[in-house]
Structures are given as structure tokens and as C-alpha cells.
């Protein structure tokens, strides 16, 4: 399994309505290609200190890399935000506490 991350600034006044931007694609199905190579995806926030992240987990590397190349040619969320980094990793260990 492999994760790209990218980090965001944005500030706290921005958060719903990017949030809801980017729910409103993922229930679109405008980004068909991207949904076949990605098992799961999360949006962080952390509205107080203006940052947030977007996980993307995909299978294999190759995968990682449509993904990114993909998201680095998308349309950014409407809003004065801007993107501080992307980094990829595999995921060497995962972990999830049974209910």
C-alpha cells in the first residue's frame, strides 16, 4: 500500500466550503479514473491552525504516481488556500483496532 499527502494552508473562515467542494467531486464521479486507482482517500483539517491534508491510497506505486500526476493537474478547490507540500510513502505498517 503507498500514500500520497499533501498539506494545506488555508484559512479557518475557508474550510466548509473547500470541504464541501471536495465532496461534491467525489460524489460527481467526475474523476472516474482516479476513483478506479485509489482504495481509500481522507481529508484532515485543523481549522485552528489554518492546515490541512489530503491522504490518497492507492495498491501499487504505479498507481500512487497516476494519482499524483492526476491531482497535480486538477482544478485546486475554489478559495484563497494554497498547497505547502506533497510527499509519497509506502505504508510500511496499518493498523485498525477491531469494534
Known amino acids: 500500500m503507498y500514500v500520497r499527502i499533501a498539506?494545506?494552508?488555508a484559512p479557518a473562515n475557508?474550510?466548509?466550503?473547500?470541504?464541501a467542494e471536495v465532496r461534491r467531486r467525489m460524489q460527481s464521479g467526475e474523476n472516474a479514473e482516479m476513483r478506479q486507482l485509489v482504495t481509500r482517500s481522507m481529508m484532515l483539517v485543523d481549522r485552528d491552525g489554518g492546515r490541512?491534508?489530503?491522504?490518497?491510497f492507492c495498491e501499487t506505486e504505479d498507481d500512487l504516481r497516476k494519482v499524483d500526476e492526476l491531482l497535480d493537474n486538477a482544478t485546486p478547490p475554489p478559495g484563497g488556500g494554497k498547497r505547502t507540500s506533497v510527499?509519497?510513502?509506502?505504508?510500511?505498517?496499518?493498523?485498525?483496532n477491531p469494534s
Do not use: P
Not at 52 to 56: H, N, S
Not at 87 to 96: G, N, P
Open 87 to 96: 510527499q509519497m510513502y509506502e505504508v510500511a505498517v496499518d493498523s485498525e
Open 52 to 56: 490541512g491534508a489530503g491522504l490518497f
Open 7 to 9: 498539506q494545506f494552508e
Open 14 to 19: 475557508e474550510w466548509d466550503d473547500r470541504i
